[in-house]
């Protein structure tokens, strides 16, 4: 009894809490979608391209750079961080998958050179997050972090709908579609995916970059576990919101499915689970929300055949 009582009194707050962490990740999860969903691309990459976004916003801060500004170097460098897989990609031939991992290896020699040390403390020091906390006195870090992180996802999907749109846009969802047909209508199909790639873990990076402000450091091993997270949260949003609507709405259902990967996870954490038992319950809950599709489509035939056998007889 003294323990739901107490679950039930903590829900909240850790609910409010699971809802800004998950806006911040989301818009890693973005970019998880365009290189998974758009692309069909497998690119693991973003383990890595996640971490580099903290490590650059991290040193540029401590060391009394605009926090502001830190997020654009924070994108640009995740999009270098996809340049180099698309390279070794399209120009190397190295399968797309092979060519993630050794990207997301180098990187984490590169950021531990690029923050001297493998954690970088932000204390003390000017972040976006304090920054907006003074201008709206009175309100939480949470509430800071759920209207910054609102306004940023927003942006993003406007202009990723309006990009997805564009020549440019529509022949990186070609390539994705069917990459043989796209390339025999001349377009460069190496340069869509490096693009692709590029404007993918940009995202990443921007989005490393504010959860290391949030957080209050930069840590080399932040991006561990983050494509398990971007793929869980696009399946959850793909499974219970669909995709048969406009491009805008799968955007948006990304969105929503990270947040509700946060709360289910924020639940979990309140009935016991262990914080190590998390890439397990992810691996789960990834897998039901593939299976889900599949056992609706053998339950719907299942009927369809049965009346056929008999029409037969």
Same mark, same amino acid.
């Given at each position: 009894? /003294?323990?739901? !009582?107490?679950?039930?009194?903590?829900?909240?707050?850790?609910?409010?809490?699971?809802?800004?962490?998950?806006?911040?990740?989301? $818009?890693?999860?973005?970019?998880?979608?365009?290189?998974?969903?758009?692309?069909?691309?497998? /690119?693991? *990459?973003?383990?890595?391209?996640?971490?580099?976004?903290?490590?650059?916003?991290? @040193?540029? +801060?401590?060391?009394?750079?605009?926090?502001?500004?830190?997020?654009?170097?924070? =994108?640009?460098?995740?999009?270098?961080?996809?340049?180099?897989?698309?390279?070794?990609?399209?120009?190397?031939?190295?399968?797309?998958?092979?060519?993630?991992?050794?990207?997301?290896?180098?990187?984490?020699?590169?950021?531990?050179?690029?923050?001297?040390?493998?954690?970088?403390?932000?204390?003390?020091?000017?972040?976006?997050?304090?920054?907006?906390?003074?201008?709206?006195? #009175?309100?939480?870090? %949470?509430?800071?972090?759920?209207?910054?992180?609102?306004?940023?996802?927003?942006?993003?999907?406007?202009?990723?709908?309006?990009?997805?749109?564009?020549?440019?846009?529509?022949?990186?969802?070609?390539? #994705?579609?069917?990459?043989?047909?796209?390339?025999?209508?001349?377009? %460069? *199909? /190496?340069?869509?995916?490096?693009?692709?790639?590029?404007?993918?873990?940009? =995202?990443?990076?921007?989005?490393?970059?504010?959860? &290391? !402000? %949030?957080?209050?450091?930069?840590?080399?091993?932040?991006?561990?576990? *983050?494509?398990?997270? #971007?793929?869980?949260?696009?399946?959850?949003?793909?499974?219970?919101?669909?995709?048969?609507?406009?491009?805008?709405?799968?955007? @948006?259902?990304?969105?929503?499915?990270? $947040?509700?990967?946060?709360?289910?996870?924020?639940? +979990?954490? !309140? =009935?016991?689970?262990?914080?190590? /038992?998390?890439?397990?319950?992810?691996?789960?809950?990834?897998?039901? &929300?593939?299976?889900?599709? +599949?056992?609706?489509?053998? =339950?719907?035939?299942?009927? !369809? *055949?049965?009346?056929?056998?008999?029409?037969?007889?």
């Amino acid at each position: 009894m /003294d323990f739901l !009582q107490q679950f039930v009194q903590s829900l909240p707050g850790a609910i409010e809490g699971a809802v800004a962490q998950s806006i911040l990740w989301s $818009i890693m999860t973005l970019g998880v979608y365009i290189t998974f969903k758009v692309l069909d691309f497998p /690119d693991l *990459t973003v383990d890595g391209s996640f971490a580099t976004g903290g490590a650059v916003t991290a @040193i540029l +801060v401590s060391h009394g750079v605009n926090p502001f500004f830190s997020l654009l170097a924070a =994108l640009l460098a995740g999009m270098v961080c996809g340049y180099v897989t698309g390279f070794l990609h399209t120009k190397l031939e190295i399968p797309g998958i092979l060519a993630g991992i050794l990207t997301m290896i180098a990187l984490y020699s590169i950021n531990i050179r690029i923050m001297g040390q493998s954690n970088t403390p932000l204390l003390g020091v000017t972040t976006i997050f304090s920054a907006i906390s003074g201008i709206l006195p #009175g309100a939480s870090m %949470n509430v800071v972090s759920m209207i910054i992180g609102f306004v940023f996802a927003a942006l993003v999907i406007l202009l990723l709908y309006w990009f997805f749109g564009t020549e440019m846009g529509c022949s990186i969802r070609a390539t #994705g579609n069917n990459e043989y047909m796209v390339r025999a209508l001349g377009v %460069n *199909t /190496d340069r869509m995916k490096i693009i692709g790639l590029v404007l993918s873990n940009g =995202l990443v990076g921007l989005s490393g970059a504010m959860v &290391a !402000q %949030n957080q209050g450091y930069g840590d080399v091993g932040m991006g561990t576990g *983050t494509i398990m997270i #971007g793929l869980a949260s696009v399946i959850i949003g793909e499974v219970l919101m669909g995709n048969r609507f406009s491009f805008a709405y799968k955007l @948006i259902s990304v969105v929503v499915g990270s $947040i509700i990967y946060r709360v289910i996870i924020a639940i +979990v954490l !309140q =009935l016991g689970l262990k914080s190590t /038992d998390l890439k397990l319950l992810t691996s789960i809950m990834v897998a039901v &929300a593939l299976a889900i599709p +599949v056992v609706k489509r053998k =339950l719907n035939k299942k009927p !369809q *055949t049965v009346e056929s056998e008999g029409k037969a007889e």
